[in-house]
């Protein structure tokens, strides 16, 4: 990671708790289809490790490494994959700009929620290509908050977007990364690149509950909170008011989130 670059999110409880939320099923289904049995697959950005768990089993006897930046939360994900008892994935701390790997070393190499917040994606994008086997691929799904929707239109989740957005760009990310993934990958040397769109939505009283109570606590006591404070982005008065507009959002019978993610599969 360059020294520009800081993670927006951080690892708070509030933010694993969204992390651990997501699956195979919810964020990868774009490129589920092309896993089979005995493929190597490099999870980079891997996280608690709800997706490389997905992935383990469904390449098994093949391999999963997952690499994160942090060394605590690839503690995490190892004490999760002995909890669980899965023997074919490993985690490792790495940098996303120099994998510790050789060349054409694996079949498969994913990345989830982590292009939009590298400075040079486009680079990271190359290390990718590197690592992964001729005929193999690059997959990778990001959030558009360009794009993102909500109901009914609350001023507090509003300014949460501009801040949202701000401190982002304050860290070295691009924010509207979902809508820029097929330019990355063509401009890092891939000839063919496949791309889809897919949204995740909360709207049932269960969704808004969980959604809305973790953002609601995010916004002031994680990484989040605390990087838009340093930056002049948003005071605690600011981000307090952004907090409820969250739990006033998840009590609306009515309320309805869209996220929205672009997706591609880059052939080597």
Known sequence: MDLHERYTHGHH?????????????????????????????????????TITFDLAQRVAPGTVVGVDYSHDIVEHARR????????????????????????????????????????????????????????GIV?????????????????????????????QRANGGEPFAGRLLRSWALEAGFARVDSSASIWCFASD????????????????SD?????????????????EISAAWLEWSRHANGWYGMPHGEIVAHV
Do not use: C, K
């Open 139 to 167: 997959v990778a799904r990001d959030v558009d908050w360009g794009g993102t929707m909500w109901a009914p239109l609350l001023p507090g989740l509003g300014e949460w977007m501009r801040v949202n957005q701000a401190v």
């Open 224 to 240: 989040f909170g605390r990087h838009a404070r340093d930056e002049g982005i948003a005071d605690d008065a600011a981000l307090a």
């Open 80 to 135: 999760s994959a002995a909890e669980r008892g899965v023997t074919n994935v490993r985690f490792e701390q790495g940098d996303a700009y120099a994998l510790d790997v050789a060349d054409d070393t694996f079949d498969v190499v994913h990345a989830h929620q982590v292009l939009q917040h590298v400075g040079d994606p486009i680079a990271v994008l190359r290390e990718f290509r590197r690592v992964t086997r001729p005929g």
């Open 206 to 221: 269960e969704e808004r509950r969980w959604w809305g109570e973790s953002w609601s606590v995010r916004v002031t006591e």
């Open 13 to 49: 409880e509030s933010v694993l708790r969204s992390h651990e939320w997501r699956t195979l099923e919810n964020s990868g289904a774009y490129f589920a289809g092309l896993l089979r049995p005995g493929l190597s697959v490099l999870d980079v950005g891997s996280g608690p490790g």
